[in-house]
């Protein structure tokens, strides 16, 4: 029987959470639907967690492991996940368990109300680092103000989407993804539900500042032409700035002063000017990485061990 929703959640070295992930979630979606599924996407784990999926699949069908080749990284772990997904709506969960399972209730009767996008606010964060709070702040609120479309403040991943919304994205070929921003540019009906986020029930974070700075590139790359215009604006600036020193130098000699005669003052200007272009050859190496991304036609990931439609 068609599962009502499927919940994904991307596994990487989570082997100490996945039993009270699974058990969390059965709880709660036993106590509402006779019909459900967890789909679990083991993104190269090396801890044995894949080996505690296939135990958890074997107790439960309703539990389907999608097992990677390889690492591909926890946005397009989320992806395969909603390749494999039946549901009628999905709903999006870390396996750490700092986002609760029993915040998916809320999410489902905000669905059941007719919202396709339904995603969480993180009103508190618990367990987390000053430093990582302020990173996570700087992250949103940049992500808010320079992308073409409007992204949620204080959300990521966990949210519910309906089958339509699911579809698409499913459709949309980028291999940089912002899942967030995918679902944000889709449209229809969206509305946030907040909610209290945890401290990770076992293990480390998954998501370092390295991490979040890739995720930052691609939300930007994706969504904004922002870094572009601004090596643009950054050209413009630099030659109004090179003709004023150039009349200024002008003037000087005229009136005979030897300020800005030195060779230390054209080292100088000479290492910012090539600073500038390194920078604007910097942003545009950006977007041409992405593009050759895309040409080369690879596929998002590869599947080692999945269920079939049937089980």
């Known amino acids: 029987m068609k599962p009502v929703i499927s919940v994904i959640a991307p596994v990487y070295n989570e082997k100490d959470s996945l039993n009270e992930l699974y058990r969390r979630v059965s709880e709660v979606m036993n106590s509402q639907l006779d019909t459900w599924e967890l789909v679990l996407v083991d993104d190269g784990s090396t801890d044995g967690s894949t080996e505690m999926m296939r135990e958890l699949a074997k107790q439960d069908g309703r539990v389907r492991p999608v097992i990677f080749a390889r690492n591909f990284g926890h946005q397009i772990a989320v992806s395969a996940g909603m390749a494999y997904s039946r549901g009628d709506a999905v709903v999006i969960i870390d396996a750490d368990l700092q986002d609760p399972p029993e915040v998916i209730l809320e999410l489902m009767a905000k669905w059941r109300e007719g919202y396709e996008v339904v995603y969480a606010t993180r009103s508190e964060r618990e367990g987390e680092s000053g430093f990582k709070l302020l990173t996570a702040s700087l992250f949103y609120r940049l992500i808010y103000r320079i992308t073409d479309i ?35 540019w889709v449209g229809f009906r969206q509305i946030g539900v907040p909610y209290k986020r945890a401290a990770r029930f076992a293990g480390s974070s998954k998501y370092p500042l390295k991490k979040m700075i890739k995720l930052a590139l691609n939300a930007i ?64 190496g950006e977007y041409i990485g992405r593009i050759y991304d895309e040409v080369r036609g690879r596929p998002l990931y590869v599947v080692s061990e999945a269920p079939s439609d049937e089980s």
């Open 150 to 184: 409007k992204i949620p403040m204080n959300t990521g991943d966990f949210r519910l989407l309906d089958r339509k919304v699911v579809d698409l994205m499913n459709a949309m070929p980028e291999h940089n993804r912002f899942l967030r921003g995918m679902s944000a």
């Open 221 to 284: 790359t994706g969504f904004s032409y922002l870094p572009l215009q601004l090596a643009n604006w950054i050209g413009f600036i630099a030659v109004g700035a090179s003709l004023l020193l150039l009349i200024a130098i002008i003037i000087l000699r005229i009136v005979g002063s030897a300020w800005l005669a030195g060779q230390a003052v054209w080292l100088i200007l000479g290492l910012f000017l090539g600073g500038v272009q390194l920078i604007c050859l910097g942003i545009l």
